[in-house]
Structure formats: structure tokens, C-alpha cells
């Protein structure tokens, strides 16, 4: 059994693979990124989390990584070592992806971006373009060549509601969710107004300029926490796979026997 794990800046992911259900996930779970924490205390919570999964450590043969948090990718790599007794496979230079990055330089692209390429390109076909809606609004743009051609950042809605409520007094926390209506009649309602629907409006006009530059008819796949919410609104989505990163994870590691 596979184990994938995509650690971001909010959160892990972990997810299991079994030959049953093939690039899909059997089991996945989630849980904070905390750079205070040791290999140690992951492994704990990685066991009890198998547990509730049904699963036990020792049904774990191998293990494939992406990290976007350079500090915890030793604790997560010594977890694997130590409690699991596998090496287990890093995206990064050397790793074979079957994507040619033509990003300058190209070290500088998040392994997790060129995870989700591999993931859509696999898994969609391509000319693709990717959004993932995590701690940043991360656009990608894949050529049907499996080339990654480059892609856009912007705040995640998270970070930008965080900083409204931090930087003006009078604004609070609000769910994120649909509001009635474009025009707020209250705060709750207004906040909602430009959280979701604005962030909706910026993804549809950034969808429609990566098209317009990579041409043909690409594939459009969202991805992260806010996908589905955000993709409700937007309707530029071929599909939402939230398990994009994990899936993408267990294809490179084909790819690395």
C-alpha cells in the first residue's frame, strides 16, 4: 500500500493507495501543519489515523512526498524512515514527473504545482489549467505536450478575509458562503458579496486569459479546501478533484519504482 503525503502551509495531507482503486485514494485524512512538531509526534497521529481507516503501519510498503514547507519535509521523511521503514520518494530534481517545466528556474515551481500537472495531465488530458484554492489562489497552465508552461499566484480567500478582519476594525469573521445576493444589505452579507463572489469573478477572467494564451480547448481543474464553493459560482470547471495533488503523487511514484 502507497502512502501519499502533500504537505502544505495550512495543512498535510495524507491519503492511502491500494491496486482496488488504482489513482484514487482509498483513505484520506488531514491534519494542521505545525513546524514545532517532531517526526515523533506525526507518526503517532499518522498511526491513529490509519487505525480509524481500518489500516495498520505495517500495510504500508512504500511512500511518495511533496512539500511546499521545506522545514517539515525532514520530520515527514524520518517519520517514513523510522516508523515505517521505507525510503520514501521526493518530488524534486532528480525525481522523474514526465513533465518538462519550462518555468525560470525551474526550481522555483512548488513540487506540489508540478504534482497537480502530472495529475491532470494523466488523469483529464491536456492542454490543462489548474487552480488550486489553498493558502494561495495558485493558477497553472500545462501544454498539451506535458509541458508546464507557467502559471499565476494570488492570496487565498482564507489569507485575504484574514487580513480584512485583522486590518479594519470593523469588520468580523464570516462563514464562506454564497450571499443572497451581489449587493450585501449587511456587513455578513457584503463580506460574503466580495469574498465569494469576487473571488468567483477573478477566477473566471484568469481562466479566460489562460485559455486565451495556451489555446485550443484546455481542461479546467479546480482543486483545494474552496474548490467546490468557488467552482459553484465561477462554471469554468471541467471538474473539482480534490484529491488532485495525492493522485498525482501516486502516478510520479509509478513513474520512480
Known sequence: MLLALDIGNTNIKFGVFDDAHGYSPAATWRVASDRKRMADEYAAMLRNLLELGGYSAP?????????????????????CRTYLGIE???????????VKVLYDPPRDVGADRIVNAVGALK?????AIIVDFGTGTVFDAVSADAE????????G?????????????QLRRVELRRPD???????VHALQSGLVLGYAEMVKGMVARFADELGGQPKVIGTGGLADLIAE??????????????????IVHDMNP
Request: hydrophobic share 45%.
Open 59 to 79: 500495510d504500508v510498503s512504500s511512500a511518495a512526498i511533496c512539500s511546499g514547507v521545506p522545514p517539515l519535509t525532514p520530520e515527514i521523511v524520518g517519520l
Open 88 to 98: 520514501p520518494v521526493v518530488v524534486g530534481a532528480g525525481v522523474r514527473t514526465g
Open 123 to 127: 488523469l483529464y488530458g491536456g492542454p
Open 148 to 155: 508546464y508552461l507557467g502559471g499565476a499566484i494570488a492570496p
Open 157 to 169: 480567500i482564507t489569507i485575504a478575509a484574514d487580513a480584512l478582519f485583522h486590518n479594519a476594525s
Open 181 to 187: 445576493g451581489v449587493i450585501g444589505k449587511n456587513t
Open 233 to 250: 459560482e465561477a462554471g469554468v470547471f471541467d471538474a473539482v478533484n480534490q484529491n488532485l495533488t495525492l493522485s498525482g503523487l501516486r
